[in-house]
């Protein structure tokens, strides 16, 4: 972390390491965004299309279950292109989807992803970010989950003599 430090001070995980116990205890969360009001984030903004349609096709899955007028709103919502068409289609306010992450190491484990959200921004715009949760329960998850990775991963190294002997 202390290159990280020097480097870029204002990255998070220089703030995660020093968080006090029991804000960490709390959770945080870490948000990247694509969109901030009108101005499309230079750094970011190239992963607009790819995460505005998995945000569109989990929006379609949360109305799959049959109810009438769904499948026209599921047209509706196919051919959507902008964030304003897409809020408004919501009519609900502010919303956020999550993307499931399966889980390798325990089968049957959907781990919450990344949040998706999509805020209205005054006057005009929005902020649509990417967004992580940071709490206890989900770091011993992803914990679990990388712990098991890399005893695989190890495994396929002796395997096949990947350490150089």
């Known amino acids: ?54 945000m569109k096709e989990l929006i379609l899955k949360m109305l799959n279950s049959g109810l009438p007028g769904e499948a026209e709103a599921a047209r509706a919502i196919h051919g959507m292109a902008t964030l304003d068409e897409l809020y408004e289609a919501w009519g609900k306010g502010d919303f956020w989807v999550v993307s499931p992450c399966r889980s390798v190491a325990v089968p049957g484990r959907v781990m919450e992803g990344t949040r998706l959200t999509i805020q209205r921004k005054e006057p005009m715009g929005f902020e649509f970010t990417i967004r992580t949760p940071g709490t206890p329960l989900r770091w011993l998850e992803y914990e679990t989950e990388f712990d098991f990775l890399w005893r695989q991963f190890e495994a396929l190294a002796v395997k096949h003599d990947l350490g150089g002997g």
């Open 1 to 54: 972390v202390k290159w990280r430090q020097l480097s870029e001070p204002n990255d998070p995980v220089w703030w995660i390491d020093r968080l006090p116990p029991e804000a960490f205890a709390e959770g945080f969360g870490l948000q990247t965004p694509l969109v901030n009001g009108q101005l499309k984030v230079i750094r970011y903004y190239a992963y607009f299309d790819m995460a505005f349609g998995l």
